[in-house]
């Protein structure tokens, strides 16, 4: 039976992989696609992009995981007793009790994984997010140099690159400025470069014009020059300061702070309360996942019709178990004290999955064998 144990076990876990990599995709495909044309639009390199994407990973990962479990449960499930290998190990007398135990381990150790991320990776990861959406947020490179677009990276200022060299020399330089509503200035030159000081950024112009029109006297003047320093600084402003969302914040200061971090966040007490226990909440649902996927199939017995009622009914459970997540959330969020409700969903799919193997092994009983030789039920 340990050998059994074992072989459904190494089946869930394989199916696990497979359906975590195949919701993983999807689901990164979903995200990526959005990220690369903010990041791409915006002049950041394809590395800028994958690390991004490596960022976000976790938090992807941790939406997956709980439906992964309960896809592979049901389908190793659905496997052993289209393929009679769960009709006999039943015929050996084993409960639907014994038979849980591959289900337990495995749901388990999803758990243990899903405990990892909603602990460690995740908060760090995001953390590090924001940290480099802040430093790009006022990269040079990516508000300046892009080659044949119209940038504005003021208002009222227009800057423009016809071709940036390996050298990192700009060719044909257009910059309009029209802060001043009294006056328009336009500035061409045929190469210019970015160069940085302790005073700031500068635009360095070579064999250009400047236009000034002034708009009072609606005179335009214009002068040639061969070497002309723009200051830039103004134009890069600084970006603001991104206060940090609870998803930053790490399990051990939620939990020796939470006054402090909700002040910080601009959170609700129950809020902050909510994102805590859910820490602890979401690795539970990963256990309640596979013994729901587990106990429906279960509670069928076998038809050489297949389970596919059982399964539509295991799905049916699951949704049921999410909705009382819904609707805890709000009271939770009123009132920090009501913290423990965030644990009711777990509770009631945990009960639902007992009930269904306690009414399994109530209809099913082991088969005897008599002194005569006789087989009976």
Same mark, same amino acid.
């Given at each position: 039976m340990r050998r059994f144990d074992r072989y459904v076990l190494s089946q869930m876990m394989v199916l696990f992989g497979?359906?975590?990599?195949?919701?993983?995709?999807?689901?990164?495909?979903?995200?990526?696609?959005?990220?690369?044309?903010?990041?791409?639009?915006?002049?950041?390199?394809?590395?800028?992009?994958? #690390?991004?994407?490596a960022l976000s990973l976790p938090s992807v990962i941790t939406l997956v995981m709980p439906m992964a479990a309960f896809a592979a449960t049901v389908y190793v499930m659905n496997r052993l007793s289209n393929e009679s290998e769960l009709t006999v190990v039943q015929s050996t007398g084993y409960s639907p009790w014994r038979l849980a135990r591959p289900a337990l381990v495995f749901g388990l150790l999803i758990a243990l994984m899903m405990a990892v991320l909603t602990h460690l990776l995740v908060p760090k990861?995001? #953390?590090?997010?924001r940290l480099r959406e802040q430093e790009i947020s006022g990269s040079l490179s990516a508000k300046l140099l892009r080659e !044949?677009?119209?940038?504005?990276?003021?208002? !009222?200022?227009?800057?423009?690159?016809?071709?940036?060299?390996? #050298? !990192?020399?700009?060719?044909?330089?257009?910059?309009?400025?029209?802060?001043? &509503?009294?006056?328009?200035?336009?500035?061409?030159?045929?190469?210019a470069y970015l160069l940085r000081d302790d005073d700031g950024a500068?635009?360095?112009?070579? &064999?250009?014009?400047?236009?000034?029109?002034?708009?009072?006297?609606?005179?335009?003047?214009?002068? &040639?020059?061969?070497?002309?320093?723009?200051?830039?600084?103004?134009?890069?402003?600084?970006?603001?300061?991104k206060r940090r969302k609870l998803d930053y914040v790490s399990t051990g200061e939620l939990m020796t702070s939470p006054g402090a971090v909700a002040e910080e966040t601009r959170d609700s007490p129950g809020e902050v309360m909510e994102e805590l226990h859910l820490r602890f909440q979401q690795?539970?649902?990963c256990l309640v996942?596979?013994?729901?996927?587990?106990?429906?199939?279960?509670?069928?017995?076998?038809?050489?019709? !297949?389970?596919?009622?059982?399964?539509?009914?295991?799905?049916?459970?699951?949704?049921?178990v999410k909705m009382v997540e819904s609707a805890v959330t709000e009271p939770v969020r009123s009132d920090a004290r009501l913290w423990p409700l965030v644990y009711l969903p777990s509770l009631v799919g945990l009960a639902i999955a007992a009930g269904l193997i306690h009414l399994a092994a109530?209809?099913?009983?082991?088969?005897?064998?008599?002194?005569?030789g006789e087989v009976t039920a």
């Open positions: 497979f359906f975590a990599l195949v919701l993983v995709s999807v689901y990164w495909v979903n995200r990526a696609v959005v990220l690369f044309d903010r990041l791409i639009a915006d002049g950041h390199s394809a590395g800028v992009f994958l #690390e991004f994407t990861s995001l #953390e590090q997010l !044949g677009v119209f940038l504005h990276p003021a208002a !009222g200022v227009t800057f423009y690159i016809r071709d940036i060299t390996p #050298e !990192g020399e700009l060719r044909d330089v257009l910059l309009s400025d029209r802060r001043i &509503a009294t006056r328009a200035v336009t500035y061409t030159a045929e190469k500068k635009l360095a112009m070579l &064999a250009g014009s400047a236009q000034t029109y002034d708009t009072a006297s609606r005179r335009l003047s214009t002068t &040639a020059f061969s070497d002309l320093t723009y200051d830039i600084s103004g134009l890069l402003t600084r970006p603001e300061r690795p539970l649902l996942a596979a013994m729901i996927g587990y106990a429906a199939l279960m509670s069928g017995g076998y038809s050489r019709f !297949g389970m596919t009622r059982q399964i539509f009914f295991a799905v049916f459970l699951l949704v049921v109530r209809t099913r009983h082991p088969v005897r064998v008599r002194d005569t």
